[in-house]
């Protein structure tokens, strides 16, 4: 496999030509099912789609299925995914709010609603994943050391990650420990990838996973088996690869 990669001037023209995809997908397959991420880097995608729809573009028979949920936060809860997501996509694109599907991280048996999610998305069958990297290269909630072939599963997040991620909550005693997470092999089976990364504080997971060894140690690297995957960087994201190289 050959990624593409793409190196913009900054995060807004990371999300606008992320975006200007994503719509082209939207005209030729209206009902597309999307996966969608949350985190720094996706977020100026999900505002540049929103300029495509005041311009005319229809994304309301779309299915958009988030990546992943924190375990133990209740729905509405300001930094669940679920509100994430609806904030940034339910009014700005239009939509019925029964359009986004969400892991239910509320759920008594974490492993069942897993198991749920997985089925559905099996059944959906999703046409284009979006994707943010982890600094220590993880996608979704898939940290270092998760099988190549895991599936939507409860995962406990590592200590770097809820550092990472303290600066959404009031401390980093406020971050879930846990969460529900697509798998590494639920990912691999939509049928293309997106990844966006912005920040120079992504550049060294970046570089790992687009020319480092394909390993469980920087899930984000398995992409790189994928048939279909476009890599959109800002200038400091891609500081430490090479212009002229591809994946």
Known sequence: MT??????????????????????????KPDAVIGVATGSSPMPVYSALARHVSAGLDASR???????????????????????????????LRLDPAALRVPDGTAQDPDQAAEAYEQF???????????????NG???????????????????????????????????????HECLTQGVATIMRARSIELIATGEHKA???ARALYGPVTEQCPASVLRRHPDVRVTLDDAAASLLSRSRTA
């Open 3 to 28: 990624a593409v990669v793409d190196v913009t001037a900054d995060a807004t023209a990371a999300g606008e030509a992320v975006a200007a995809r994503i719509a082209a997908l939207i005209r030729t």
């Open 62 to 92: 779309v299915t958009w299925c988030a990546l992943d949920e924190y375990l133990g936060l209740p729905p509405r809860h300001p930094q669940s995914y679920r509100t994430a997501l609806e904030d940034a996509l339910i009014g700005p």
């Open 121 to 135: 998305l099996a059944k959906a069958g999703v046409d284009l994943q979006i994707l943010g990297i982890g600094r």
């Open 138 to 176: 993880h996608i979704g909630f898939n940290e270092p050391g998760t099988s190549f072939a895991s599936r939507t599963h409860r995962a406990r997040l590592t200590e770097s990650t809820r550092k990472a991620n303290a600066r959404f909550f009031s401390d980093v005693a406020s971050v879930p």
């Open 204 to 206: 060294e997971a970046v």
